[in-house]
């Protein structure tokens, strides 16, 4: 299976409608690989809050409708990051849009755990409450967003729901860049599974990005990684290897907590 990462350089001096534009065309130049991976909130910027409540658009707003029919032209399955939603009363979200080769929605992710301690984010939008998993030919994804990261027992369900492969758009600070690289680690270590972390490049509302998108298998080593700035990273990667790697260390089999009833 091959998956491109599109670490875009989101920042002040380019207006969301022409990055919009932009990005649909390097998607439409990924024709040929099987799942193309966007950051989140990559048309506004994931820490300019203040361009939330201006730039938010409705689940098949303009974003949907661009990125949809890039998917289709280019031919591939699309995770197309996350945006601004406004939903119908009013309510913001952060929200992924999972697109299959031939445009349709196959499923959208509203972030469960919003970054921001009491202010920004965590103020300005709601919170989803349901865990995404999409059925691709070659792997079942997980679908989970930046701060997600940081939350294992969301890893942990998505595995219950049968996840192989984590799938993260991330607008992620080059400030705890140490941290981005260990969880995305960590979690594919203790899940078994391929974790495909996709951030932003650039500084936007001031604040410099990580960039450093990185692909991790199984076992925790790191397939491919990018550097800083804006840059396409392509990687080929065995789907297969994840229940290889369950059979050869049946770690999961020996979980105890967290499950209902308790295994004995």
């Not at 661009?66 to 031919?75: I, N």
């Not at 140490?178 to 594919?188: D, E, M, N, V």
């Not at 397939?223 to 800083?228: C, H, I, P, S, V």
Request: a negative charge; glycine letters at 10%; hydrophobic letters at 45%.
């Amino acid at each position: 299976m091959r998956a491109s990462l599109l670490q875009i350089d989101v920042n002040d001096s380019e207006s969301v409608a022409s990055r919009r534009l932009r990005v649909a065309a390097l998607v439409r130049e990924q024709a040929g690989v099987d799942l193309v991976v966007l950051p989140e909130l990559w048309t506004t910027g994931a820490f300019a809050y203040e361009g939330f409540e201006a730039e938010a658009e409705p689940l098949e707003g303009p974003t949907y409708e661009v990125m949809a029919k890039a998917a289709s032209d280019a031919g591939v399955w699309l995770h197309a990051g996350s945006i601004p939603e406004r939903d119908p009363e009013g309510a913001l979200y952060n929200t992924s849009l999972v697109f299959s080769p031939s445009g349709e929605l196959a499923a959208s992710y509203r972030k469960i755990h919003r970054f921001g301690f009491d202010k920004g984010e965590a103020v300005l939008m709601g919170a989803g409450a349901e865990l995404v998993t999409v059925r691709l030919p070659e792997t079942v994804i997980g679908v989970a967003t930046c701060y997600d990261l940081r939350f294992p027992e969301l890893f942990r369900g998505l595995v219950d729901a049968g996840a192989e492969t984590f799938v993260l758009p991330a607008g992620w600070p080059e400030r705890r860049r140490s941290h981005w690289t260990l969880l995305a680690q960590a979690r594919a270590v203790e899940n078994q599974a391929y974790v495909l972390a996709c951030g932003t490049a650039g500084t936007h509302a001031g604040v410099p990005q990580a960039g450093h998108s990185i692909v991790v298998d199984p076992w925790g080593e790191v397939l491919a990684e990018a550097g800083a700035g804006e840059e396409i990273l392509t990687v080929e990667f065995d789907p297969a290897k994840v229940a290889t790697t369950r059979e050869q260390f049946p770690a999961l089999k020996d979980r105890l907590l967290g499950l209902d009833p308790p295994r004995r």
